[in-house]
Every structure is written in C-alpha cells, then in structure tokens.
C-alpha cells in the first residue's frame, strides 16, 4: 500500500497524468492504517517480549534462590560431617576444606584455601619435619580405604576419590574410638573383667599354640588351681572384700612365674597356669610347693585379715596328653585328687585317676535311677538324753544299697546328690520314709531328718512337703527335728528363715547341726531360736586330749543353756568322752559309744539293750564325778 501511494505521488510531482484525489486519499487512508497495524504489532511484540522477559528473570531469581537453598544445605551439610573433607583443582590447589578438616589437622581453612598441594614439601622446621604434615599425608592418599596411624595416637581412615577435571576429593574419618572400642570389646571377650588376666577362651587358644610349636626336647605343662576356703571369705565378708582377695591372689600368681607363661581365670575361685615350652631339667613341682605357700600368706583386706589356700593340679604335654582339651581334663582330674586328699597341695595327673573319673561317671548314672528301682534305705543312730540316760530319739541317715557295690558310703554319693541336683527328690523320700517308720515307734521318740540347703531353694514346697509327709504318716509335728548347718541360712539368709518359722510354728523342732566349725554360728543363734544345737564331732573327738576342745564344748553348751536350747554331742565313743561332755551339762548324747546306725527293723532290739545301758552310763558319770 505505501508503494501504491509513493508512485501517485511521484507522478504528481512530475506532471504525470491526472491524479485521482480520492485514489490518493484511499491510498493515504490505508497507509496509515497499516501504519497503526505495524505499530500495534510492534507494540505487541514488545509486550510480549517483555512478558518473557519478565518471566525468565523470575525463573532466574527461582534458580538464584534455588542455588542459595542448596548452597546453604551444601554448606551446612559440609560443615555438619563427622568427617574431614578437602576439594583439590586440577593445579592440586585446596578449593575447599570443611570445618571438621580444619580442626583435625589445627588448620586456619581459610589460609589453607588456594594452597598447593605440593607446598608441603617445603613447609619444613629447623629438623626438616613438615609443618603442615596433613599435606603430606594427602601426598599418600592416592587410594581408597587407606588407615593411618598418626602420630598422636589417632586412627584415621582416608578415601581419595579422582575427579573428571583432574582435580581430587578426600575425606578424613577419625575412627580411633570405634577402633579402641573394638579393642576393648576384643579383650573383654578374652579376659576377665575382674583381673584382666585371659579367660577360658584365650587360654585354650595359646594350649593349642604352645602344643603346636613345642620343640622336640621341651614340654608343657598345665596347673589348675582352685582357692580353699574362698567362699567362706567371701560369704562373711562380702563380694567386694573377694573381688579384692582375687586381685591379691593374681598379684601373687605374677610373682611366681615366667613373662612367658599365662595366668588365666576361669571364673570363681579357679585360676590356671600355662607353662610353656619348658625344659626336660623344669620341675612344675617346685613352682607348685611355692605358690602353694605364697597363696596360703594372711591376706588383708580393708582391716579385716583373710586366710585362705590354694589345690593345684598338674598336667603334662606329650606324657598326659597332646591336644588341649585332653590336657585340661587330666589337669582338672589331678585337681580333683589334690582337694580329695585333703586340699592345700598339688597332685600330678595318674592314669587311675581316668579310671576314677570313669567310675564315677559310673556312679553317677547308677545315683539317678536308684531312686526309682528303690535301692535306697534309712538306718536310724539313737541320741540319748544325758540325765535320765533314756533314749530320746533317732537321727535317720540315708543309706544306698547298690546291687553290685553293695553299701555305698555317704560321702561318697552324697555330695554327688547335691551336685546333680538329685538331692531335692532324694530328701523328699527321706522325709516321707522317716515320718513313716517314727510312727510306729513308741511315743515321745522323736526322729530327725537331715534338710540339704538345696531344698531350702523350694520355700513355700518345703513346708508343703513335710507337712504331707506328717499328715500321711499320722505322726505329730513335735515328734519330727530338722537338721540344718549355718550354710542353709547363709545361702539363703531371709527367704530361709520365712520357711523356718513356717515349720516351727506348725510345731517342728529346728535343729543347729555342726555346730563350731563354720564363720557365723553365735550370729546364727541369734537370727532365729533353734530348739537344739549339735556340738560337731570333731570337738568331741578332741574332748580328751586337747584343752581347747573342751573349752568349746563348755562354752557351747553353757551357751545353750543359758538361751534355753538343748544341746547334743555328736561322736561319743569312749566312755571318758561321754563323762566329760556329761559334766559339761550337754543334754543329749549321740555316737558309736552307743550304737551304730541300724536298719529301722533293729530298733526294738536296739530300744531294749539301750535301757540296761542307762544304768551303767550313769555309773560312770556319778563316779567320776566323785573322784574330781
């Protein structure tokens, strides 16, 4: 349309033909209308470009904020890491160190940013020592997972990760707790907490160790060691004073061997010693006899003075065995023989020693069915009252009749009973079959019944079973005793004394048995109101040749009598014993001076002699104390 309009122009100018007035205001009507279109379309254009104009600014400012929000994170999540972390260029200048790097190393990190790696090498003291010796330690880090020891004691674990740029990341993690708390776990599991002497695991590691590598011409030995009397110490005394009585035993455990050896614990009271690679000239002996006499020193503990002793087994390689756990068991069977043979002392494995141990097993196996087949019996041992020299009763002792062993002796079942367990059901019976034959006995004999502190651990089913038993056998509460030693009470202090004023309050007599021989029996005496004590056989043993045997009976029963309790001498067996317990106011007696333990069918046969032998006892009471 302005082309159209030029030409007319043009034409008027020169005079060209007739110009059409209304042609030409079209013309100029229509150019400016283009004219306005263009400029709306401009104006348009602009608006819209404007628009996106505005709106890449506001997605820029969203990026900007964006990138400040991660950048905050990023530094604070850089900042915030447990680890050490440093950015290096391609140039190996520092770009980047975290606040957790910075202070590993003692680093001003903004000294350090920009910094060459390189520059470590010439950052040197007078000694030549570098002065920043975290550069030359990332010189090194040039793999993945590398632990360094520093010199400071710390344990760091480096990774160095490659960048595509040439540049390089490292990260610095201080794992020396983690590692000293392995550490420290790892020991705990193969050492006493106690001691920090090895336990049964590393001792058994370092027998096979020393059975391995033992040379020809040497041997190895292994001593087990069990302390005497460590549970009396530490029952009246109390656990702290025998955490510290162990402590001294293993200080002197120390004393007595070579750096080379190992001392262990193995819990309790049992310790061992490894004698390594010794030469066929050693004697395991000698070092026995000397820690034998340096355990059994006087011992003080906060004031209080300890004695206690030590039995020691020994076991030798290759003569008793060539593998560890042949080796323990043989040194744990010499063990077994040293306390047998009356304890502070040291026994050499023996082969009849296995043999021993087989019968045992033996043994042990024929106890857990005697029960049920019925090998079991009671004899019955009469105690006579000193005054009137009448029987007053009879203390059931349980007997077994093995079919091929014949009478197996107390002592020797006994103790076994307890340790099985089996001396729980075992008592049970005797105290229904002991109810059970008394009833037939002519009234007021009494009969007594030895209690285990194992049945103790039953409470309330303790009173429940001799309660059954007195109410199946129709025999009166008072007609039954119930023998216990101070260790029932020690065992079982406040649980045990609710159960004994339980039966005594159903009319059961409470006796004291062995009295004299333990740590704590006047406190004992005190702590619950026993009927009768029994005055233990071994003062009464003594009573005729040894003064302070006598001085202890006399105090005993003096003491009895002046609480108003009965007391029973146990073991008479001559008649100057029952003459001096008699004149030392005892008011019972009991022992072979009398009879021995019968079967329950011999005891009328033994009531009718026993009544002719109160007049003669009698005789000889009255006429020694006419000639004192």
């Given at each position: 349309?302005?082309?159209?309009?030029?030409?007319?122009?043009?034409?008027?100018?020169c005079g060209e033909g007739q110009v059409d007035l209304d042609r030409l205001c079209t013309l100029v009507s229509s150019a400016y209308d283009d004219d306005e279109?263009?400029?709306?379309?401009?104006?348009?254009?602009?608006?819209?470009?404007?628009?996106?104009?505005?709106?890449?600014?506001?997605?820029?400012?969203?990026?900007?904020?964006?990138?400040?929000?991660?950048?905050?994170?990023?530094?604070?999540?850089?900042?915030?890491?447990?680890?050490?972390?440093?950015?290096?260029?391609?140039?190996?200048?520092?770009?980047?160190?975290?606040?957790?790097?910075?202070?590993?190393?003692?680093?001003?990190?903004?000294?350090?940013?920009?910094?060459?790696?390189?520059?470590?090498?010439?950052?040197?003291?007078?000694?030549?020592?570098?002065?920043?010796?975290?550069?030359?330690?990332?010189?090194?880090?040039?793999?993945?997972?590398?632990?360094?020891?520093?010199?400071?004691?710390?344990?760091?674990?480096?990774?160095?990760?490659?960048?595509?740029?040439?540049?390089?990341?490292?990260?610095?993690?201080?794992?020396?707790?983690?590692?000293?708390?392995?550490?420290?776990?790892?020991?705990?599991?193969?050492?006493?907490?106690?001691?920090?002497?090895?336990?049964?695991?590393?001792?058994?590691?370092?027998?096979?160790?020393?059975?391995?590598?033992?040379?020809?011409?040497?041997?190895?030995?292994?001593?087990?060691?069990?302390?005497?009397?460590?549970?009396?110490?530490n029952d009246s005394l109390g656990h702290p004073a025998g955490d510290a009585l162990l402590l001294q035993v293993t200080q002197r455990l120390r004393q007595h061997?070579?750096?080379?050896?190992?001392?262990?614990?193995?819990?309790?009271?049992?310790?061992?010693?490894?004698?390594?690679?010794?030469?066929?000239?050693?004697?395991?002996?000698?070092?026995?006899?000397?820690?034998?006499?340096?355990?059994?020193?006087?011992?003080?503990?906060?004031?209080?003075?300890?004695?206690?002793?030590?039995?020691?087994?020994?076991?030798?390689?290759?003569?008793?065995?060539?593998?560890?756990?042949?080796?323990?068991?043989?040194?744990?069977?010499?063990?077994?023989?040293?306390?047998?043979?009356?304890?502070?002392?040291?026994?050499?494995?023996?082969?009849?020693?296995?043999?021993?141990?087989?019968?045992?097993?033996?043994?042990?196996?024929?106890?857990?069915?005697?029960?049920?087949?019925?090998?079991?019996?009671?004899?019955?041992?009469?105690?006579?009252?000193?005054?009137?020299?009448?029987?007053?009763?009879?203390?059931?002792?349980?007997?077994?009749?093995?079919?091929?062993?014949?009478?197996?002796?107390?002592?020797?079942?006994?103790?076994?009973?307890?340790?099985?367990?089996?001396?729980?059901?075992?008592?049970?019976?005797?105290?229904?079959?002991?109810?059970?034959?008394?009833?037939?006995?002519?009234?007021?004999?009494?009969?007594?019944?030895?209690?285990?502190?194992?049945?103790?651990?039953?409470?309330?089913?303790?009173?429940?079973?001799?309660?059954?038993?007195?109410a199946d056998a129709g025999l009166r509460a008072e007609r039954l005793e119930l023998e216990i030693t101070e260790s029932v009470l020690m065992d079982h202090n406040?649980?045990?004394?609710?159960?004994?004023?339980?039966?005594?309050?159903?009319?059961?007599?409470?006796?004291?048995?062995?009295?004299?021989?333990?740590?704590?029996?006047?406190?004992?005496?005190?702590?619950?109101?026993?009927?009768?004590?029994?005055?233990?056989?071994?003062?009464?043993?003594?009573?005729?040749?040894?003064?302070?045997?006598?001085?202890?009976?006399?105090?005993?029963?003096?003491?009895?009598?002046?609480?108003?309790?009965?007391?029973?001498?146990?073991?008479?067996?001559?008649?100057?014993?029952?003459?001096?317990?008699?004149?030392?106011?005892?008011?019972?007696?009991?022992?072979?001076?009398?009879?021995?333990?019968?079967?329950?069918?011999?005891?009328?046969?033994?009531?009718?002699?026993?009544?002719?032998?109160?007049?003669?006892?009698?005789?000889?009471?009255?006429?020694?104390?006419?000639?004192?």
């Amino acid at each position: 349309m302005h082309k159209l309009l030029v030409k007319q122009l043009q034409r008027a100018r020169c005079g060209e033909g007739q110009v059409d007035l209304d042609r030409l205001c079209t013309l100029v009507s229509s150019a400016y209308d283009d004219d306005e279109r263009d400029r709306q379309r401009i104006a348009r254009a602009n608006r819209l470009m404007g628009e996106e104009i505005d709106e890449a600014h506001r997605r820029l400012e969203a990026v900007v904020d964006s990138l400040q929000v991660q950048n905050t994170r990023f530094e604070a999540a850089l900042e915030n890491m447990s680890q050490g972390l440093c950015m290096f260029d391609v140039q190996q200048r520092l770009a980047v160190c975290n606040r957790r790097f910075a202070a590993m190393f003692g680093l001003d990190a903004a000294a350090q940013v920009g910094r060459r790696l390189v520059e470590a090498h010439s950052d040197c003291d007078p000694q030549g020592q570098p002065i920043s010796p975290y550069l030359a330690l990332m010189h090194s880090a040039r793999r993945t997972a590398l632990q360094r020891d520093c010199t400071d004691g710390r344990i760091l674990v480096v990774t160095h990760e490659p960048l595509p740029d040439g540049g390089c990341v490292q990260t610095y993690d201080d794992v020396t707790a983690w590692r000293l708390a392995d550490a420290r776990m790892a020991r705990m599991a193969s050492h006493d907490a106690l001691t920090d002497l090895p336990n049964r695991v590393l001792l058994r590691d370092r027998i096979d160790n020393a059975l391995a590598t033992r040379a020809a011409d040497r041997h190895v030995a292994l001593m087990c060691l069990d302390l005497d009397r460590f549970k009396a110490v530490n029952d009246s005394l109390g656990h702290p004073a025998g955490d510290a009585l162990l402590l001294q035993v293993t200080q002197r455990l120390r004393q007595h061997v070579r750096a080379s050896d190992t001392i262990a614990r193995l819990g309790g009271d049992e310790f061992a010693i490894l004698l390594d690679q010794l030469s066929p000239v050693a004697n395991p002996e000698e070092l026995a006899e000397r820690l034998v006499h340096a355990i059994e020193q006087p011992y003080d503990l906060d004031g209080q003075t300890a004695n206690i002793g030590v039995s020691i087994g020994i076991a030798l390689a290759p003569r008793d065995g060539e593998d560890a756990v042949t080796l323990v068991k043989r040194a744990d069977l010499a063990l077994y023989n040293a306390k047998a043979s009356g304890r502070g002392r040291h026994s050499f494995f023996d082969p009849a020693m296995d043999e021993a141990a087989q019968d045992r097993r033996t043994l042990e196996i024929d106890l857990r069915r005697a029960l049920e087949v019925g090998e079991f019996e009671l004899h019955y041992q009469p105690l006579l009252h000193v005054n009137s020299q009448q029987v007053s009763g009879f203390e059931a002792l349980l007997r077994w009749r093995h079919p091929q062993r014949g009478l197996v002796p107390p002592g020797d079942f006994i103790p076994m009973a307890e340790d099985l367990g089996l001396i729980v059901p075992i008592g049970d019976w005797v105290l229904r079959r002991a109810c059970r034959d008394a009833a037939q006995w002519p009234t007021p004999l009494r009969v007594a019944v030895n209690v285990s502190a194992r049945q103790f651990t039953l409470g309330q089913g303790l009173v429940d079973s001799v309660r059954t038993a007195l109410a199946d056998a129709g025999l009166r509460a008072e007609r039954l005793e119930l023998e216990i030693t101070e260790s029932v009470l020690m065992d079982h202090n406040a649980a045990t004394l609710e159960v004994l004023h339980a039966l005594r309050g159903d009319g059961v007599h409470i006796v004291m048995d062995d009295f004299g021989i333990g740590y704590s029996s006047l406190a004992y005496l005190r702590s619950f109101p026993f009927d009768k004590v029994k005055i233990d056989r071994s003062f009464v043993h003594e009573v005729s040749h040894k003064a302070d045997a006598l001085a202890i009976i006399r105090a005993v029963s003096g003491l009895c009598s002046s609480l108003g309790i009965a007391s029973t001498a146990e073991g008479v067996e001559t008649a100057e014993q029952l003459n001096l317990v008699a004149r030392e106011d005892c008011t019972e007696v009991q022992g072979y001076l009398f009879s021995r333990p019968v079967p329950e069918g011999d005891i009328p046969t033994l009531l009718a002699r026993l009544a002719g032998l109160g007049e003669v006892a009698l005789a000889v009471v009255v006429a020694s104390g006419q000639d004192s």
